[in-house]
């Protein structure tokens, strides 16, 4: 009779591979209306709006990386502006018994997508606060941003997903 292990099928021994988020915060946001009050009528047209995304992380002790998101947008241009707004979204991760190999990809792909609805929340919270409908970011590929990340590095075209 087979004797069932109860670790969840790890080896005894093998240490389980962890990633959790210790800490998430606000570094840096500003929110910009400069055309207030005269945009905030309803627009005979929908404006443009524009959105970047960057992920950063930095390694803050053995096994914690601080990651960096930042969103980067608005609507309208120049002296057209509805709003504008930049949010530096942060969190502290730590990552325990994983190969140090697969440590940059579930940094910069899995610390932002745990990191990502919160951000949008601000962005969209700002926006209607701001005095405009709610601007609901939509869901980003974390994971195709880190592969054109890894193909700029190496000097290659991106491969397409």
């Not at 962890?18 to 400069?34: C, H, M, T, V």
Request: hydrophobic fraction near 45%; glycine fraction near 8%.
């Amino acid at each position: 009779m087979a004797e069932q292990n109860r670790n969840g099928g790890a080896e005894p021994g093998a240490a389980t591979p962890r990633f959790s988020i210790l800490a998430q915060y606000i570094k840096d946001f500003s929110f910009e209306n400069p055309n207030a009050p005269r945009t905030l009528a309803p627009p005979q047209q929908s404006p443009n709006v524009t959105l970047q995304v960057n992920v950063n992380a930095r390694q803050l002790a053995p096994n914690d990386y601080e990651v960096g998101l930042t969103l980067e947008g608005g609507a309208g241009e120049g002296a057209a502006a509805f709003f504008k707004f930049e949010l530096n979204y942060a969190g502290v991760v730590r990552v325990e018994n994983v190969p140090a190999e697969q440590i940059p990809p579930l940094v910069m792909i899995e610390g932002p997508r745990l990191l990502f609805p919160f951000a949008r929340q601000i962005v969209a919270d700002a926006v209607r606060e701001g005095g405009y409908p709610a601007l609901y970011v939509d869901p980003i590929d974390f994971h195709g941003l880190y592969m054109k990340r890894i193909a700029a590095a190496q000097g290659a075209p991106a491969a397409q997903a």
